[in-house]
């Protein structure tokens, strides 16, 4: 089955830094493309952060950028998302997301997502 799960998340003060991870399963990991999403209470799950199939190119929303680093280690089918000068506007559930194209569609996978909140 495909499995997309997430681990890291947890409370931090304004300031701080996490680092959340993703291990997949159950498809051909390399050839898909990475994503990070969040979603905050009350508001849509917007993208955070992705990343190509081998890597090559990183994306970052602008509310990031400077202070999130998407990456991936296709040998381990895991990725990555390093967290630093977290904001209390960071607080969110982040979601690990996979797309990649299969026989006749893309695919899309999500994890369940981990809390991060970000409190003094």
């Known amino acids: 089955q495909v499995q997309l799960v997430e681990s890291g998340g947890g409370l931090v003060q304004p300031g701080g830094s996490l680092r959340l991870s993703c291990v997949a399963s159950?498809?051909?990991?390399?050839?898909?493309?990475m994503s990070w999403y969040r979603q905050a209470p009350g508001k849509e799950r917007d993208l955070v952060a992705d990343i190509t199939a081998a890597g090559g190119s990183t994306n970052y929303a602008d509310s990031v950028k400077g202070r999130f680093t998407i990456s991936r280690d296709n040998a381990k089918k895991m990725v990555y998302l390093q967290m630093n000068s977290l904001k209390p506007e960071d607080t969110a559930v982040y979601y690990c997301?996979?797309?990649?194209?299969?026989?006749?569609?893309?695919?899309?996978?999500w994890g369940q997502g981990t809390q991060v909140t970000v409190s003094s």
């Open positions: 997301n996979a797309r990649g194209r299969g026989f006749f569609a893309t695919n899309n996978y």
């Open positions: 159950g498809f051909t990991f390399s050839t898909y493309a």
